[in-house]
């Protein structure tokens, strides 16, 4: 290793040690502080030094101390472990960690620190059963049980391992005393689409009852739920399932408002249809419940009646959407030496809205064109919602 690799190496575990030192240094004075951090044996030091110089071997034991300083040391072996993870130096992040895991002399909160971070390069290594089982024995130790928990939970979710994942959230749920139901009910959704996807309807079924009664405001569920009534004929189910939705998560109506009105075609209920129809036109509405009722009332009652529809809602929730759409309608109305300059505006406005976005997670800000209950970046749940406002619904 060249010199400047070296020095480079070392950065981190000097910015490292500062800042544990610092930490630790709240009731203590300057110089008491400064003597903690160079108090370590000579055997760590050598230790260290044969660790930094990147021999081929590993050294059978770096960590020799029994004094005050031993917590001072075992935290830069924490934080060197976790820089060498991040450098993809999975052996060394091992040893690192392992050493202070192994060390009966140490704190037990040390300890559990250190586990927790080998559970975490097992996983980095694509180690994860070794990552599971660490994960477990730190829970059993009874030190940073919610940490393991949320880890081995997120081990499960990247995995898509459904079963695995609702066994820990009870466990955690009857650990910690909080409620992990919406988490959960969310796994029996994620069981239910792959029956799905398998023909396993009545499998679907039953794991989506599961889910709402887990939470029974589970939107997902409910939605799921009628769908499959849809597709099997059952048409008040279905409606009434749909309707429970808009209870739920209003903002969700924009989702669901083409299912809505399949059903009420198909169920052939004019005056359920109509009195729907009705309580549309009586509030403000996202812009695709907008435009979808507007062609709805066009083919049941006339073209008129639902342009009067349109403007009425575009002037109650004014969107680029609803401006867009409406411009597109006045090429046909306007007088052919008007035509190209309304066409022009119509360009503008569809090349304007040709970049945005439908969706927003509203943790790390991901956006995008498909509505996801998990987000794809951050991996929150229900955090993607549809954007509203004039650029948006
Ligand atoms: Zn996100």
């Not at 110089?53 to 005050?68: C, M, V, W, Y």
């Not at 459904?162 to 139901?181: C, D, H, K, R």
């Not at 064109?369 to 919602?385: A, F, I, L, T």
């Amino acid at each position: 290793m060249s010199i400047p690799d070296l020095l480079w190496l070392l950065l981190p575990v000097a910015a490292a040690t500062g800042w544990f030192a610092a930490k630790r240094s709240e009731s203590r004075s300057r110089s008491q502080s400064t003597k903690a951090l160079w108090d370590y044996s000579s055997e760590f030091h050598e230790g260290l030094k044969g660790l930094l110089s990147d021999q081929a071997e590993l050294p059978t034991d770096i960590f020799n101390t029994t004094s005050d300083s031993a917590n001072n040391a075992a935290d830069t072996h924490i934080a060197l472990g976790n820089h060498y993870r991040q450098k993809g130096d999975m052996e060394r992040a091992v040893f690192m960690h392992q050493s202070v895991v192994d060390n009966q002399e140490l704190s037990d909160e040390v300890r559990a620190s250190a586990r927790f971070e080998l559970a975490r390069d097992y996983d980095s290594a694509g180690l994860l059963d070794r990552s599971e089982a660490t994960f477990k024995a730190l829970i059993e130790s009874g030190h940073r049980i919610a940490d393991a928990y949320q880890s081995l939970l997120q081990l499960h979710e990247r995995e898509s391992d459904w079963s695995q994942a609702i066994a820990v959230a009870t466990a955690a749920e009857q650990q910690l005393g909080e409620s992990e139901g919406w988490r959960i009910a969310h796994y029996y959704c994620e069981l239910a689409a792959d029956a799905i996807k398998a023909d396993q309807e009545k499998d679907a079924d039953e794991h989506l009852r599961k889910a709402l009664g887990h939470d029974d405001s589970c939107a997902r569920a409910s939605i799921m739920l009628a769908d499959l009534a849809l597709l099997n004929g059952q048409y008040s189910q279905a409606n009434e399932l749909y309707e429970q939705v808009e209870q739920q998560r209003p903002e969700l109506i924009p989702e669901i408002i083409d299912k809505r009105f399949d059903v009420f075609q198909k169920a052939g209920d004019a005056a359920e249809f109509d009195s729907f129809l009705k309580r549309i036109h009586s509030q403000r509405n996202a812009y695709s419940v907008i435009r979808s009722t507007r062609q709805i009332i066009a083919e049941r009652h006339s073209p008129q009646l639902a342009d009067r529809f349109f403007k009425d809602q575009i002037l109650k929730r004014p969107s680029l959407k609803g401006l867009r759409d409406w411009a597109h309608d006045q090429v046909e109305l306007s007088k052919p030496g008007e035509r190209d300059k309304v066409q022009v505006i119509c360009d503008l406005l569809d090349k304007v809205m040709e970049d945005k976005p439908a969706y927003r997670c509203s943790s790390c800000g991901f956006q995008g064109n498909v509505m996801h209950w998990r987000c794809p970046s951050c991996g929150q749940w229900d955090s993607v919602s549809t954007i509203i406002g004039v650029e948006g619904e």
